[in-house]
């Protein structure tokens, strides 16, 4: 793998452990777990983050709730067919992670950086209260030819000036993951409450061709 196409997507994020691992998949006998890191941001509010992590990098068989660990790797995201329909479901892919004692810098402890391109119009919209959202699609390249797609979302004038980017511009990003609740209507009776994530945008810059 190149290191171009590992800078082109790189997050970091400090949290506590909140769930087991749960098994995910397998490649070449190596087993991927995933495990929910609860990340907490400066108003107080806490996202629930889903990591994917190798057998190879922690013992996936221990119980490590309410740990405190430092995981850096890429906002990963893959289709899963449920039923008729595609959902786009999106994890931390750990490189690297490590257990910590205590930390006390809480602005570093959720950080994304993408480079990647606009793969859908962006969505303009102003909230009741008038606050300014664009909703972002952003394609991130990977090597063999695959791609991740991270929703984003940015705010005020970042909302402003991404509302006029045209599909196929390329991006810079920085921001956090987050984590929103929201409900999903299964047919006329259900109602389900899921999780969506996304790149909450704090900074974003058009990069020419």
Known sequence: MTEKMIENNKVGVIGVIVSDFTFSHEVFGEGFYMVDVAVNRLSEQ?????????????????????????????????????????????????REIQMIEEFTDYTKTN??????????????????????????????????????????????????????????????????????EYTKKVNEEEVERRIAYEVSVSKLEYVEN
């Open 46 to 94: 806490t996202d629930i983050i889903p990591l994917m992590i190798s057998e190879r990098l922690l013992d996936v068989h221990q119980d490590y709730k309410g740990q405190t660990i430092e995981a850096v790797g890429q906002f990963r995201s893959y289709n899963r067919h449920e039923g008729t329909r595609n959902r786009l479901v999106l994890s931390i892919f750990v």
């Open 111 to 180: 950080q994304i950086y993408l480079d990647g391109y606009i793969c859908k119009e962006p969505v303009y919209r102003k909230t009741p209260l008038g606050r300014e959202i664009a909703d972002l699609l952003v394609a991130v390249n990977r090597p063999y030819g695959k791609s991740d797609y991270i929703p984003c979302i940015a705010w005020g004038r970042n909302a402003r000036y991404a509302s006029s980017f045209a599909i196929g511009s390329r991006i810079r990003i920085w921001g956090r993951v987050q984590s929103r």
